[in-house]
């Protein structure tokens, strides 16, 4: 039996399906969280008699007639898969604007059953939903829920299998002049009076509730990104430089550092196994993966609390503060959602793109998604920031200030070159604050960190591995002394001059940039494989062996490099299935490419300027870059003009 949980967005779909299948989909306190069709079993305490029965979670919609991708989805499921039961989760503190989608869902033929969800907010208002009257009116049982404290949902699961078996399609509810045109009219009107015969508010309508006060300053007109600014550099200065840092700090230079590598050499020589071997495992996968798994701490407090900060609300507001903004650049104030999931990953982060109705919006979004550094980057800053600016709290947040600043710049500029027009409004509907929950932010941070954890146990060990064998052998197969005649430094040596402009000296830093396209965090244990072997000195400590490499300047600039070149392979792959034109999906690679490689160099040659008072190397070859840059982009510019020029000239004569 295949149960369908379908509703508004951000009624609880996903919360009651992790609820009754114990899965972790992600949930949010806004709309379009979830994108994607999800499956699942149910779990033991919720279906005792053991029935054969598939839960399947879909993305919310307002109506049965799509808007969005995703809405898509959802009506796509219901009409082509025809689930048994339909279970309609309808927002309790928000009913009036559920049941339009609730009517319609009742006139496909499959059973129905309604879960007044989010009874808790009901309670706590003091609101009443009459819920014999409204199941009267709607031919369907309603069953009270609150999914986050897993109440009424034994009884919810019982009634909905047993509708499955009795497989009897309720009589959809009738009102008048359905086939006429302006049934959407009719509908809502038929909407309203079953409000007003169900709905007891004890509210007055006109009252300011704590929500509608905070608003007036939080999402204030010039107040609300400020608020935003200092709210996030807050939580990253905690996160990377405070508590996360300092616990990161630990793990890395005592537990990863000391106690595991000396454990495995002490272990391994016992075992009595071949040298090689035994520098493969420590230097190598033991390394490798200790220098990523080492910020672990970091990454963890950092997700626990953008997850607290969602939770309670405060999420859906940035995306209203952004929404003027973004308005002004060719954005949407949903492209702000995409990029808040991507300082998690990328990769759902690229695929929430899919909220966003506008086309042109949609792939702007899509491109500049990956500038904001997501969780497998945190490693790289950390780590840079560590060695070269041991002192200051500055350089974690300002990533992040250079990624929304590149986001703008990259809004207008991709919206100049390629885009011709776009077309959107912005409708989002606010939820109520509220207390963020401690438990729904850890579990979130568990579920991270076994994502983490996970990476860096599977991709991140394997390409370690292949990294230590790499430095350590020739083509032909033979150990080398010198790590400069190794198969890794011969690809890294061809790689290397196209780097040479950024400043970037040495087939170590091409060779750590390549396996950073593999997975991000590639790049920092490809740095602890190269340079266990090639130095004394430790990775991680201010002046320690990466200093050998760069001056802070080229650091600063290495740092900019992978941030804001192209993301990892898997979230390219995203790209490409969100841009639906392979067209599109290269111009963005290029585009990607293109911001990142003339920052770096602008960093090291405009920094190396400043701060040394002489030109970085590579200083020619920069400035013919940056002059070949200038004419492509006002040339092409200049194209895109009279193209826009020529179409509205068309479009006129039309
Ligand atoms: N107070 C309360 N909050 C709830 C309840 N159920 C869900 N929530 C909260 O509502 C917000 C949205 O939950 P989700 O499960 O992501 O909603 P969804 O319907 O899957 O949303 P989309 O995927 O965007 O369509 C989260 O902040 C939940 O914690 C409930 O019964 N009571
Ligand atoms: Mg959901």
Known sequence: MKIALTGNPNCGKTTLFNAITGKTETVGNWSGVTVEKKEGSLKKKYNPKKEDVTIVDLPGAYSISPFTGEEAITRDFILDEKPDVIVNIVDGANVSRSLFFTTQLMELGIPVIIALNKEDILNKRGDEVDKATLGKLLHSKVIPTTATSEDGLLNLMNEAIALG????????????????????????KFVDEIISKCQVTKRRVDEVTFSDKVDRIVAHKWLGLPIFFLIMWGVYTFSIEGLGGYLSGYFNDVLFGEVVPEAANGFLEGLGVSPILQALIVDGAIGGVGAVVGFLPLIMVLFFCLSLLEDCGYMARVAVIMDRYFKKIGLSGKSIIPMIIGSGCAIPGVMGTRTIEDVNERRMTTILTPFVPCGAKLPIIALFAAVFFPESTWVGPSMYIIAIAMIIIGGLLLKKLFVWENTSMFIMELPEYKWPSLSHAFKQMIDKAKGFIYKATTIILVCNTFVWFAQAYSWGLN?????????????????APILIPLGFVGWQLAAAAITGFIAKENVVATFAVLLAVASEEALHLPGGALAELFTPVTAFAYLVFNLFTPPCFAAIGAMNSEMGSKKWLFKGLAFQFGVGYVLAMLVTQIGSLIVYGTPATGFVPAIIVAVATVVYLVTAIKKADKERERLQELEMSA
């Open 479 to 495: 150990p080398v002394e010198d790590q400069s005649l190794s198969i890794l430094a011969s690809i890294g040596t061809v790689i």
């Open 165 to 188: 078996k009795e497989n009897k399609t309720q009589v959809a509810p009738k009102f008048e002049g359905k086939e006429s045109a302006d049934s959407d009219k009719k509908r809502q």
